[in-house]
């Protein structure tokens, strides 16, 4: 396969244009990235019609207007993401050396004295691959992921984060997980994407039934491990961030994994509503219902 045929001349042409944005200072980074997500709101009619919902479900206090805004500010903070996730892969640690606060480091150097390893549980943020960048200039782990559809992208991903993490993690490898877990290593990981009901079970998040993975509670079980969760977030248009480590949950994991899953879905939730349209919330993160009915046709 060659990176250099006609099918990929659009990534790279993407690549290089956030490779040219690192360059420019970062609040104007921020003002580009808002200009660019409201263009998007705008025109992926199929992926606001995916957010409306999300937000209609979710946050059935807010009024019509503010679900609107908000939407429109989901666009925006996932295109700031984009130039984000640029700075993590090109920008240099010095230039966010004084613009981050870690909070909970002392959770993890608790649970190292003990031994024990760490599933750093966190969500697909906007802020993703800076929050892993920012996180690993103080602490190292690793991270799992799933191998992108375009191998182009993919590769650039892989190289990107290996300048912060320590491995790369397949999804599907839960050997290799647990084997970090067991000799006391951090793993960094997601759970809160909807993979289907052969791969879940049914537990409320923002109130609403969804397919939830368990795999918080059988990695945390099987890897020995302490499960803390993990937010990460963008306080300011000066490029200021902050990182949240919780303390680890308490008899956890249980023999229940539904009630496990339950749990995690709630933490997760409490982390998501401190900076709400920060998260991504462009999936279909309710398209499997257990009831039979058709939820997925309700982002159509």
Known sequence: MSFYSPRFWPTWLSLALLRMVVLLPLRIQYTLGRVFGRVLCKLIKRRRR???????????EKTDAERKQMTVEVFENNAIGLFETANAWWSSPERFKRRVTIEGLEHIQAAQ??????????????????????LGQALTFSTVYRPHNNPLFDRFICKG??????????????????????????????????????????????????????ATS?????????????????????????????????????????????????ALETAIRRYPTQYMWVHRRFKTAFDGSDKAALYK
């Open 50 to 60: 995916i957010v409306e919902v999300n937000m209609e479900l979710c946050f059935p």
């Open 113 to 134: 004295a003990e031994g024990k390893g760490i599933l750093l549980t966190g969500a697909h943020y906007s802020t993703l691959d800076l929050g892993g960048f920012l």
């Open 161 to 214: 984060r290996e300048r912060f993490v320590s491995a790369l993690i397949d999804n599907e490898n839960s050997r290799a997980i647990v084997k970090q877990l067991r000799a006391g290593e951090i793993v960094w990981f997601a759970p809160d994407q909807d993979m289907g009901p052969r791969q879940s079970v049914c537990a409320p998040f923002f109130d609403i039934p969804a397919a939830t993975v368990p």
């Open 218 to 266: 059988k990695l945390a079980r099987l890897g020995k491990a302490q499960v803390m969760i993990f937010g990460q977030y963008r306080v300011s248009n000066n490029g200021e961030y902050r990182l949240v480590i919780e303390p680890a949950l308490d008899n956890f994991p249980t023999k229940d994994e539904v009630a496990d899953s339950t749990r995690v879905n709630a």
